[in-house]
């Protein structure tokens, strides 16, 4: 597997290479935002970034940003890394479609195990179709696109996989703690705050499609069972 580290520190970065190295991973570095796009793009393509949120050139933000935008890496899962530990910088390095994130000073442990994590979820469960129809939505699965009417909706690589939770667990109860569990990864430190926010959202983007996602107050959500029963 190999890891791309868009590092400026570079003691930092020699010392986040080795211990992924001993773990036996392949890394590649780059000092800068510019460098770091460069290298997201270079064949073989990374299988995960580690981006740091404060670079000399681009802020972290806007190299994720970029990458989303952007057919072959848009869905590279990316780990936002940053000394910033408030909840608003969290919460911006996801809209923006970062898959987690760390505070510095982080245990490189914390991060394999971290790194470990999205390259697991990031796997296709085995048997699972690519292609789901469910009324006036289709999504892709392998593709990252969805669609309502046949008409493409722009989603965030967060934002898809929390559509993708509701779609594939229709009809069953997904508790707050479970979806950040499931679609932030268990040791994201977000509030369940965070999930009402993205979940109004995304109903925003699936515009009348939204329906199909049905609050259960105090206790999460629910995707509808079947499409008829948002217009029963």
Avoid at 158 to 182: C, K, M, P, Y
Wanted: aromatic content about 6%; proline content about 3%.
């Amino acid at each position: 597997m190999l890891v791309l580290v868009i590092e400026d520190e570079v003691d930092l970065a020699t010392t986040v290479e080795y211990n992924l190295r001993a773990e036996g991973f392949t890394v590649r570095l780059a000092h800068s935002g510019r460098q770091g796009l460069a290298s997201a793009t270079a064949d073989p393509l990374p299988d995960i970034i580690v981006l740091d949120l404060m670079l000399p050139d681009l802020s972290g933000t806007e190299i994720c940003r970029r990458l989303r935008d952007q057919e072959r890496t848009r869905d590279i899962p990316v780990i936002m890394c940053t000394a910033k530990g408030e909840e608003i910088d969290r919460v911006v390095g996801f809209e923006v479609g970062a898959d987690d994130y760390v505070v510095k000073p982080f245990s490189v442990r914390e991060l394999v195990l971290r790194i470990r994590a999205l390259l697991r979820r990031a796997n296709r469960v085995e048997g699972e179709p690519s292609l789901i129809k469910f009324g006036r939505l289709k999504i892709d699965r392998d593709a990252h696109r969805a669609w309502v009417d046949e008409a493409e909706i722009g989603l965030t690589a967060l934002e898809f996989r929390l559509l993708h939770a509701f779609v594939s667990r229709r009809g069953r109860v997904q508790t707050r703690d479970a979806l950040l569990s499931d679609v932030w990864g268990i040791e994201a430190d977000v509030t369940t705050r965070t999930v009402d926010t993205h979940v109004k959202r995304l109903r925003e983007k699936l515009g009348d499609a939204g329906m199909y996602i049905e609050t259960l107050r105090g206790v999460g959500y629910r995707f509808k069972d079947a499409p008829e029963e948002a217009t029963a």
